[in-house]
C-alpha cells in the first residue's frame, strides 16, 4: 500500500511538473494523435489523458482511431499530414506497415512520439510506454510465489511482433527462470482481445485441463480466459493474472477473479506525450525513450487504481 501511495504522490508531482513548464510554446501547437483501437480502454484512457492535458496547455488535439486496422491507420495518418499538424501522436494499430506513418510524417517534418509501440523499422523520436520487460518479469515472480512454484502455464499472446507482446514475453520468461517446475504449456495468440482469448484459453483447456496458471498479456485475454475457466468446471483452483490495468481487470482484481495485474500509467503517459510534443515544438531535446514502470497490482493494493487510474 505505501509504494501505491507513493507512486500516487509521484504521479501528482509529475503532472504539477508538467503544468508548469511548456505554457507559452504550447500557442499555436495541433498534435495529430492516431489511436490504434478506441474499444480498448486502456487507449481509450491515453487519448483521454491527452485531449485533457491538450486543453489544459490550449493545445488543438485532432484524434483518430483506427479500429484496430493498419491500413486504415495509414489512411488516417496520410490525413493528418495533409491538415497541417505540427506534431504526431502514434499509437500504432499493429506490427504490419506500422512504420509507414512513420516515415511519411518525418518526411513531411512532422516529430513523432510513438506510445505504447514502436514500429522497428521506423521508430518514433521518442518512446513513451511501460517498462514492460520489467513488469512482466515481477509478474512472474508474483506467479512463482503464489503456486510455489510448481504449476502448468498457458499463455494468451497479444499481435505477434508488436512491442508489448516482445517485450513481456521477455520478461515472463525472464521471470520463470526462478521457477523450473513452473512449465509453459501452451502460448497462442488471442489479438487482445476478451472474445478470442475465451475462445483460444477453452481450446487449451480442452486439450489439457491440467493447466493452473493463466497468463493473458493484456487484461482483456485475461477476462477471456477467467471465463473459460468458470464454465471448464475443474477440479483446481486456477491463478489468472493479466496487464494493463483495465477498468474491468482492476474490478476483477477487487472481487478476486484475476489475481494479479501490472498497472500501467496510462493518464501520466497522455500527459507525458502532451509535454513532449510542447518540447519538440519549441525545439528542445526529447529522449528517445520514455518508459514509465508498471505496478503488481493484487486485491492488496488495487482499490486506489481503482478510484484513480495513474
Not at 265 to 286: E, N
Request: charged share 20%.
Amino acid at each position: 500500500m505505501f509504494k501505491t501511495r507513493k507512486l500516487l504522490l509521484a504521479c501528482a508531482l509529475s503532472a504539477a511538473t508538467l503544468a508548469i513548464t511548456g505554457g507559452a510554446q504550447a500557442k499555436d501547437l495541433t498534435i495529430g494523435l492516431a489511436v490504434a483501437n478506441l474499444q480498448a480502454d486502456f487507449f481509450n484512457q491515453i487519448k483521454q489523458s491527452v485531449e485533457a492535458e491538450g486543453k489544459a496547455k490550449g493545445v488543438k488535439v485532432i484524434t483518430v482511431d483506427a479500429q484496430g486496422n493498419s491500413s486504415t491507420q495509414v489512411s488516417q495518418i496520410e490525413d493528418l499530414i495533409t491538415r497541417q499538424i505540427d506534431v504526431l501522436i502514434y499509437i500504432p494499430a499493429g506490427a504490419t506497415a506500422a512504420g509507414v506513418p512513420v516515415k511519411a510524417a518525418k518526411a513531411a517534418g512532422i516529430p513523432v512520439i510513438a506510445v505504447d509501440r514502436n514500429a522497428p523499422d521506423a521508430p518514433g523520436d521518442t518512446f513513451i510506454a511501460s517498462d514492460s520487460v520489467a513488469g512482466a518479469k515481477a509478474l512472474a515472480e508474483y506467479v512463482g510465489k503464489v503456486t510455489q512454484g510448481k504449476g502448468r502455464v498457458a499463455i494468451l499472446q497479444g499481435q505477434i511482433g508488436t512491442t508489448p507482446e516482445n517485450d513481456r514475453a521477455k520478461g515472463f520468461n525472464e521471470g520463470l527462470k526462478a521457477f523450473p517446475d513452473l512449465k509453459v504449456v501452451a502460448q497462442q495468440p488471442a489479438e487482445w482481445a476478451q472474445d478470442k482469448g475465451f475462445a483460444v484459453a477453452q481450446d487449451m483447456l480442452q486439450r489439457d485441463p491440467n493447466i493452473t496458471v493463466f497468463f493473458g498479456r493484456a487484461d482483456a485475454m485475461a477476462l477471456g480466459a477467467a471465463q473459460a475457466v468458470k464454465v471448464g468446471n475443474l477440479d483446481h483452483p486456477v491463478t489468472i493474472v493479466g496487464f494493463d490495468g483495465d477498468t474491468a481487470a482492476l474490478k476483477a482484481v477487487s472481487s478476486g477473479v484475476l489475481q494479479a495485474t501490472m498497472t500501467q500509467q496510462t493518464q501520466a503517459m497522455g500527459r507525458l506525450a502532451v509535454a513532449s510534443a510542447i518540447d519538440f515544438k519549441a525545439g528542445k531535446t526529447v529522449p528517445k525513450e520514455q518508459l514509465l514502470p508498471a505496478v503488481l497490482t493484487t486485491k492488496d493494493n488495487v482499490a486506489p487504481f481503482i478510484q484513480q487510474h495513474p
